[in-house]
Nanobody
Framework: QVQLVESGGGSVQAGGSLRLSCAAS????????MAWFRQAPGKEREGVAA????????YYADSVKGRFTISRDSAKNTLYLQMNSLKPEDSAMYYC???????????????????WGQGTQVTVSS
C-alpha cells in the first residue's frame, strides 16, 4: 500500500521560510513524477512544483519561481519543498502527489497524479 505523508507546515510571517517534507512508503520504485500542489479556501487546487524522479527536469508555477525549490532524497524516499520569501498569497493546504505515468502535462494538473497525501497547512501572515 502506497502512502504519502506531508509535514513541515505551519505559520510564518511574510518573508519567512518553511521546508515541507513528504515521506513516501510502500511500492514507490516505479514512480516517474512527484509534485506539490496547493489549495486555498474557495480556490481550485493548483500545481506548484514537480520533478521527474529520474532526474534532469523540474517544473515551477510562475507564482513561485525563484522562491520555491523542489528536491528529493532517494535514500530517504522523501520529497521536499523549500519555500523562501513567503507571501500571504502562498497560504494554503499543500499536498504531495506522485504518479507512474510516462508523462505529465504542463502546467501540472491534478488529474495526472494518482497518489496523494493528506496535506499540510501553510499560513503566511502579513
Amino acid at each position: 500500500q502506497v502512502q504519502l505523508v506531508e509535514s513541515g507546515g505551519g505559520s510564518v510571517q511574510a518573508g519567512g521560510s518553511l521546508r515541507l517534507s513528504c515521506a513516501a512508503s510502500g511500492y514507490t520504485y516505479s514512480w516517474s513524477y512527484m509534485a506539490w500542489f496547493r489549495q486555498a479556501p474557495g480556490k481550485e487546487r493548483e500545481g506548484v512544483a514537480a520533478m521527474y524522479v529520474g532526474g534532469g527536469h523540474t517544473y515551477y508555477a510562475d507564482s513561485v519561481k525563484g522562491r520555491f525549490t523542489i528536491s528529493r532524497d532517494s535514500a530517504k524516499n522523501t520529497l521536499y519543498l523549500q519555500m523562501n520569501s513567503l507571501k500571504p498569497e502562498d497560504s494554503a493546504m499543500y499536498y504531495c502527489a506522485a504518479d507512474r505515468g510516462l508523462w505529465v502535462r504542463y502546467p501540472i494538473q491534478e488529474a495526472d497524479f494518482s497518489y496523494w497525501g493528506q496535506g499540510t497547512q501553510v499560513t503566511v501572515s502579513s
